[in-house]
């Protein structure tokens, strides 16, 4: 008899205050950690509460998963518009672990099924947000070097190139937090059929490939920013070369004077 499961994972904040939402929801959960929050209810439902502002529900209703997330809406640390990815978990008897486009499927479903695809959705939206992140900066970057190859002078400031490059130091250290691709769940370690499920989820959502390409952006960024630097730093030497030949010029004119005088 086939059954399905339908995952919903959906990134809500930039974090979660875990141990506020353990205190509100006054309910055991089955998977409790500083990163994250595991909770079992019945007839397959599952909440998986993640500290770097995901949350993923399974078998849950539109309305049940809005209710979800307005109850936790004071534990939302800089909430923002969602970011949302759907899958299935079909249950086919005698099948081997397959994937298709937005779905798994296994010969059984249970509560550790359910997670580790709860787990590796959730670093796929995760991975969605960061994407867009380190695009946008990547935008920004080319901005500044469209105005240099057009003007020849860096059309950014001093003060606004170390908020920039704060912002770029902040998404690398976001992603070293919270992504845990090279990671694998406790769960897996002495389970075959786990740690294959997981291997194979991590390779459908291509999880190793795209955060290559995010760390190969930021290095991108890394690098623009570097001659950045040198261009501010040669550009302020500048300056101060001035300001001496500058002074220089008034002492020589004050000492003509004087002489003169």
Do not use: C
């Not at 795209?210 to 930021?218: A, D, G, K, P, Q």
């Amino acid at each position: 008899m086939e059954k399905t499961v339908k995952l919903s994972a959906i990134r809500v904040a930039t974090q979660l205050d875990l141990k506020g939402i353990k205190t509100f929801l006054e309910l055991k959960p089955l998977a409790d950690s500083s990163s994250e929050l595991f909770y079992g209810f019945r007839e397959d439902k599952y909440q998986y509460y993640f500290n770097y502002g995901v949350i993923v529900f399974s078998s849950h209703s539109e309305e049940e998963i809005t209710v979800a997330v307005k109850a936790v809406q004071a534990y939302l640390k800089n909430p923002e518009p969602w970011l949302r990815d759907d899958h299935e978990i079909s249950v086919v008897e005698g099948a081997p672990i397959d994937f298709d486009f937005d779905q798994l499927i296994v010969d059984h479903v249970d509560s550790k099924i359910i997670r580790i695809a709860m787990f590796n959705l959730a670093q796929s939206v995760a991975l969605d947000h960061y994407h867009k992140k380190s695009e946008d900066l990547l935008v920004e970057i080319r901005g500044f070097t469209n105005d240099l190859e057009t003007t020849g002078k860096l059309s950014i400031n001093r003060k606004n190139m170390l908020k920039f490059i704060g912002r770029a130091l902040n998404t690398q250290n976001d992603i070293a937090d919270n992504i845990y691709i090279f990671d694998a769940p406790e769960l897996v370690w002495d389970d075959e059929y786990l740690d294959s499920l997981h291997k194979g989820l991590m390779k459908h959502f291509d999880l190793r490939v795209r955060f290559s390409e995010i760390e190969y952006t930021l290095r991108i960024i890394e690098d623009n920013l570097s001659v950045f630097r040198e261009i501010s730093h040669q550009r302020e030497s500048n300056l101060l070369e001035w300001i001496i030949i500058v002074l220089i010029l008034v002492e020589v004119f004050d000492l003509l004077i004087s002489k003169l005088l």
